[in-house]
């Protein structure tokens, strides 16, 4: 089960460290709004799973692009039984 996911791409902060940097521009961000679809279509139904955050996965965007940001969590949660039989 999906619980939270954030997504953004933009600058401001660096990716990982959450802190501005002297050097970063301001902070602008665009937010991806099927992000939710992509997590769901690489996790559904799996132990594990990996979300590479680049542009092949992602897509491109109409903003500024100089960091991505991807949060999420998600919960496993075990299988429903078999319906009896008939």
Known sequence: TLNHILYKVGIGT???????H???GPDQFCSFPWAEMVVED????KRSCEVPVTKLVFGE???VE???YLEVS?????PLPPPPPP
């Open 14 to 20: 660096r990716c990982g460290e959450g802190k501005r």
């Open 74 to 78: 998600y919960s496993c949660t075990k």
């Open 42 to 45: 690489l996790c559904s139904k």
């Open 22 to 24: 002297p050097d970063d």
């Open 61 to 63: 965007y109409s903003c």
């Open 66 to 68: 100089e960091t991505r």
